[in-house]
């Protein structure tokens, strides 16, 4: 599996790393680890995002080497000769790092586990059955031989541990618990990897968290669930856009929601995150709208009044419950 992906390594010195706009522990887990692979091979990586690496997981990169895109970089990015692109299912997902790529131009690699990507880079490992893109770049450490260093761990550990809901969600694999185990005897602290990402939040996103409650609504007797955050909620309480992320799983714990729908007002569009517990697939529907993702997480960036995209969605969501997922 990894041959085409050793040889393009082999190719090239010098490679960018990139990933989603807004990324995640998985991207950032994945990308951090790949970087430090590649540097121990005597490459040079350079690691670059649309948007900042979230505060929570900036402990996992003390130096920084992550850097946010702006132009000043394309320089920097042109002296790239190969690019690994990572959990992204197509070159709209990276924001402006995208036309950059396309500007300079070098082959890429994509190493993804979304089941919507399509082979867009000229080496392609997508597997929908890994739970998460670290998972991937585990198997891919491995075969190249690179010994796994504390950093390589904590990165991946991260990237497993976050898209699996901390081990709770059915993509839950015994592959992924040998992982985290494998990765735990190698000096990772899943404790306080825990307490460094969700037990470090400011009031001001509990206060963000009071008020989406405050929106929570019940559709189809009970199995949809739907709320929704504005640019106001923001103002109000200080939170940043960085204390949205991650809130959708909020009303997971009621039993009966099979379906979660949670709307946020973002940078003049609306985006859709959803869910779903034990309900249909939802990569589907977000596909209808130009979204994408897995079948129980999906996500859509749409045009739009707020409460305009609301009842499209809650409406198609409740034609998908009808229908039995067909
Ligand atoms: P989240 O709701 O956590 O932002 O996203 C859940 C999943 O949906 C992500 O892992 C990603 O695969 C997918 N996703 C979210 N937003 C979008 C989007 O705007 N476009 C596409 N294609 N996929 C998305
Ligand atoms: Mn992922």
Redesign the pocket.
Known sequence: MWDEVRTFIDEHDSFLVTT???P?G?AIGSELALARALRKLGKRALVVNEHPTPRTYEFLDPDGSIKTYTEDLDDRIARCTGAFVL?V??L??LGNVGPALERAGPPTACIDH?K?NGGFADVNVIDPRAASTGELIYDLVRALDVPVTRGIADALFIATAT?TGWFRFPNTSPRVHRMAADLIELGVEPARIYAAIHETDRWERMELVKRVLGTLEGAADGRIAYFYLTNAMLEETGATEEDA??L?DLPRPIEAVQLIL?FRETRGKI?????SKDGPPV?TL??KY?????AR?????MEGELADVMNTIVDEAKALLDSGGR
């Open positions: 989603h706009i807004f995640d998985d959990d299912g197509s709209e997902r979304h919507t898209d992320e991650e959708t949670f985006k859709v995150s959803m869910r990569d977000a596909g130009g979204g994408g993702g897995h997480a999906a996500g859509i960036l």
